[in-house]
């Protein structure tokens, strides 16, 4: 059973910084991995997207990495700002066969101005 | 126009009301996913239609009834729901692949619809 886990749960950074967010799945046949952010209340917004034959997915400042064989995918966000506060998920789809994506437990940013 | 709309955005119900929720698109996309998030939990997958015939029921309770009208409109009916329901209700939109089966694009997601159940 495919599990998806996102470490760190919170994270707390002054404006400016560079951060990296954690992204670990079990089952390494993966189809794609997607990176969403959700703002309190809100729906999903796509940030990025990567097909299991890609390694890594860059827009704007974000870059997102995945590596299938360590079960790990990485989101980048360069000189943070405050308006990037809000939680970031992860979510894996399984096999080409299924719509059905897993995700994560979400990482809740803030960053303070 | 690569927005998902969602009415209404808030809905208190009793236990022994029916009421629906609605969900439309216009990108074209012919898959379209009913969610269901409760607080400081990631979304899970309810149903997921696929040129309007639903291809996914995730075990959900027979009290969720989905809809799909046509290829923009998406409805999830509700009727004697538990106050264990109370969620935020997601609809999501994608293009399916060939044969039907999941596409290579992303998912849109709508603002969702926030659901109270007394």
């Known amino acids: 059973k495919q599990e998806v886990t996102q470490i760190p749960a919170a994270l707390s950074v002054p404006e400016g910084e560079n951060l990296v967010l954690n992204c670990s799945f079990t089952?390494?046949?993966?189809?794609?991995l997607q990176w969403f952010r959700q703002d309190p209340g809100k729906g999903l917004t796509s940030l990025l997207l990567?097909?299991?034959?890609?390694r890594e997915q860059t827009s704007g400042r974000l870059n997102a990495s995945l590596d299938k064989s360590s079960g790990r995918s990485t989101l980048y966000i360069a000189a943070s700002q405050p308006g990037d506060s809000a939680t970031y998920l992860c979510?894996?789809?399984?096999?080409?066969?299924?719509?059905?994506?897993?995700f994560g437990t979400g990482t809740r940013l803030k960053v303070l101005a | 126009d690569t927005e998902v709309t969602q009415t209404p955005k808030h809905l208190v119900m009793g236990m022994t009301n029916k009421k629906s929720l609605k969900c439309e698109q216009h990108m074209g996309h012919r898959a379209m996913y009913w969610y269901k998030q409760k607080a400081k939990k990631p979304p899970e997958l309810m149903f997921v239609?696929?040129?309007?015939?639903?291809?996914i029921n995730e075990s959900v309770p027979s009290r969720f009834s989905p809809e799909c009208p046509n290829s923009s409109l998406l409805n999830l009916h509700l009727h004697a729901l538990q106050p264990e329901d109370s969620a935020l209700y997601l609809c999501?939109?994608?293009?399916?692949?060939?044969?039907?089966?999941?596409?290579?694009?992303?998912?849109?997601f709508g603002p969702g619809t926030r659901l109270l159940v007394l």
């Open positions: 089952d390494s046949a993966i189809y794609n």
């Open positions: 979510a894996v789809r399984r096999t080409s066969g299924t719509y059905k994506y897993i």
């Open positions: 239609y696929s040129y309007e015939k639903l291809s």
């Open positions: 990567i097909q299991s034959s890609q």
């Open positions: 999501a939109s994608s293009h399916p692949g060939l044969a039907g089966g999941p596409g290579l694009e992303t998912q849109y």
